[in-house]
């Protein structure tokens, strides 16, 4: 044997030794001084060491050999310590909940979140055999308290800010315990069918979270299902599927789904694609709007953190869903907005002909043209469709006929919001097209003129006037002589005497 390979074996036993002591150390001063609780400076202590051990023997066969002897002869130890942390956590969470006046929706008067959430957490009796299960529970009772303080639904507003930070303190605390348990303190794990590498991971909740998502996403899939219309309800579809399962579950269903989902890190969760996208697209196809915004959320965050390999086959399925969810209430409309242009971007991103392009922005401009004067629409899409118009390209030109009416509208718009959206939307139209062999050019002078008068009277006049300014060079430099033959009748105008020096040929 090596020099090498007797300093490892030496040091092995050495800390191995170290280890049975501090487990010895847990359960005598435990028993002794701190019946019933943990004495957690021995735990980190053995956490360490054996953290240690593995640095030293990375690269042999000697740590994986003498883990699984020693380590499994200390696995009922450590579920017993698992165990009581869940206990201890989950008490002052049942006590806030207990003192927390709820009164239930009147149009769900028999349906109790509360209860809901406290039957998640485990009772001090609690066997060895259901540690899984009831850590499956309080994570999901955590996510749902967690995932309140964003909340605007009445199913989820009634917990105070003060309990949903205990939630994700006490989480976080047992996700400490549980990556630091002997069972689970490990860098490859087994999710479903695939391998993580968890090396160089330091949040344990993070880890939690993962572990976790097998036993959780199934079923918050199928608690969300469960009030969704059916193809056979015959009638009012909501009141079929309401009758079977109270919506309010769904909505608490949807809420925890989003939670986990947006816990996960972007070196993940293109591996857990095909694990989250059902459940997404399950609340997607469901009645309630709720519901359906939580789903467009965990879309929007899973989107901006995988690349279009990982959506693989999914993406004409999700993008669908986009297309049916075009007609959404307005609360979520800017959901289903972006949540649309980020897909369509990443899925069709080298393929401007394609036909989700032109389906995604006809159903959007549909909406558009029925409601011009909506503030609340038409300030979502225009802040969220410029990748849409940099996907299309030169293709936006089969769309101006459709395009500039609405834009000629808003830039009038009385906000100074809608105002400057519409400018830079524009401004980017231009760059893309050089509005090429357009009839709209000599009615877009004329209206950016008036509205560079206009805005005289606005807040926000100096960046109106400069983006104005923009847009004129971008026409003058592209359209030279037909745009100086539209200038003639504007040069002589006295409210344009700042604009003139910075149209000259030279400044152009």
């Keep these: 044997m090596s020099r090498l390979g007797m300093k490892v074996d030496w040091l092995g036993e050495r800390i191995m030794f170290r280890c049975k002591v501090a487990i010895k150390d847990v359960f005598r001063v435990q028993s002794a001084n701190y019946p019933g609780e943990l004495f957690p400076e021995a735990l980190q202590a053995l956490a360490h060491r054996r953290q240690l051990w593995k640095q030293i023997t990375l690269g042999t066969d000697t740590f994986d050999v003498q883990e699984r002897c020693f380590w499994s002869t200390m696995s009922s130890s450590s579920s017993s310590v698992l165990v009581q942390n869940l206990i201890r956590l989950s008490k002052p969470l049942k006590e806030s909940l207990s003192r927390t006046p709820y009164t239930p929706p009147e149009a769900n008067a028999s349906v109790s979140v509360k209860s809901q959430l406290q039957s998640l957490l485990p009772d001090p009796a609690i066997s060895e055999a259901e540690v899984r299960i009831k850590v499956k529970d309080f994570a999901l009772c955590c996510a749902a308290l967690a995932s309140s303080s964003k909340s605007t639904s009445i199913h989820l507003s009634w917990v105070p800010d003060s309990l949903s930070v205990s939630a994700v303190s006490a989480f976080k605390e047992f996700a400490d315990a549980y990556d630091d348990d002997f069972m689970h303190s490990k860098c ?6 695939m391998e993580l590498d ?49 919506v309010a579950y769904a909505i608490l269903a949807a809420y925890q789904f989003r939670w986990f989902v947006t816990q996960v890190d972007a070196q993940y969760i293109g591996k857990l694609s095909p694990l989250l996208i059902p459940c997404a697209l399950t609340a997607l196809d469901h ?18 953190n995988v690349n279009a390999e990982e959506i693989g086959g999914y993406a004409d399925v999700i993008l669908d869903a986009c297309c049916q969810n075009i007609a959404s209430d307005d609360e979520i409309w800017h959901y289903v907005v972006e949540m649309s242009v980020l897909l369509v971007t990443l899925t069709q991103q080298r393929n401007p002909r394609s036909s989700w392009y032109e389906k995604l922005l006809n159903e959007m401009l549909n909406h558009l043209e029925r409601q011009p004067r909506n503030k609340q629409r038409r300030i979502a899409w225009l802040t969220h469709c410029e990748p849409l118009f940099s996907g299309l390209g030169l293709m936006l030109l089969a769309h101006f006929r459709r395009l500039f009416p609405l834009f000629f509208k808003w830039m009038h718009a009385d906000d100074d919001e809608t105002v400057l959206l519409v400018l830079e ?14 009839l709209y050019i000599e009615r877009l002078v004329d209206e950016l003129i008036t509205l560079y008068k206009d805005a005289a009277l606005k807040v926000a006049r100096e960046d109106i006037r400069s983006l104005i300014l923009e847009m004129l060079k971008l026409i003058c430099m592209s359209q030279g002589p037909q745009f100086n033959a539209m200038w003639i009748k504007h040069k002589d105008d006295p409210n344009l005497t700042a604009l003139l020096p910075s149209l000259s040929a030279k400044e152009v």
Aim: no cysteine.
């Design 287 to 304: 009645w309630s709007p709720e519901v359906k915004g939580q789903g467009m959320i965990s879309f929007i965050y899973l989107v901006k």
């Design 198 to 246: 968890f090396a160089g991971v330091v949040e344990s909740e993070k880890k939690l979270v993962i572990d976790l998502m097998p036993e959780v996403v199934p079923l918050l899939k199928s608690n969300i299902k469960e009030s969704a219309i059916d193809a056979s309800d015959e009638g009012d579809g909501i009141s079929a599927a309401s009758a079977r399962a109270p």
């Design 188 to 193: 490859l794990m087994k999710v479903g069918e």
């Design 425 to 438: 939307r524009m401004t980017t139209v231009v760059k893309l097209t050089w509005i090429r062999n357009s």
